[in-house]
């Protein structure tokens, strides 16, 4: 007899992020980001062409939004991050607004370490993701389309 994998699904935990983020004017109550500053990021498939939505805790950098590409320290970057490398246009659920905006990929240099400094300082927790992989992880800003 096998134990219950005790890993919440991830498909149902991205779900349960994105409702309890539209629930409660963006903040998220229970889990491992509750109290932390999440967006959600909508995206274009890369290779399907189909609409995504990622949850992602962000920092502010002036009037962009800053995400990072870590998946938790994951040897690979996450899907979002090829989604909007095929379609920098994306959409932004943050601090009670909805918005379009092109994402700048910061992948080496030192305005990604500037703003991986910013994000490092205000969640902690990412530092642990940087000791965790080889990869260089990449910043996105998220600057509003006006």
Excluded: C
Aim: no cysteine.
């Amino acid at each position: 007899m096998t134990s219950p994998d005790p890993r919440p699904d991830p498909a149902e935990f991205t779900r349960d992020l994105i409702a309890q983020h539209r629930a409660n004017g963006g903040r998220i109550l229970t889990g491992p980001f509750q109290g932390r500053p999440v967006l959600l990021l909508h995206t274009v498939g890369a290779r399907t062409g189909e609409p995504r939505i990622a949850p992602l805790v962000y920092s502010r950098d002036g009037d962009r939004y800053v995400v990072m590409a870590s998946k938790g320290g994951a040897p690979q970057n996450p899907a979002w991050y090829a989604n909007l490398l095929a379609h920098p246009e994306v959409t932004v659920e943050a601090e009670g607004q909805t918005f379009r905006a092109l994402a700048h990929v910061e992948d080496a240099g030192p305005e990604r370490d500037r703003l991986w400094g910013v994000h490092a300082a205000q969640h902690p927790g990412f530092t642990e993701y940087e000791r965790k992989t080889t990869r260089t992880i990449p910043a996105v800003s998220l600057q509003r389309i006006r």
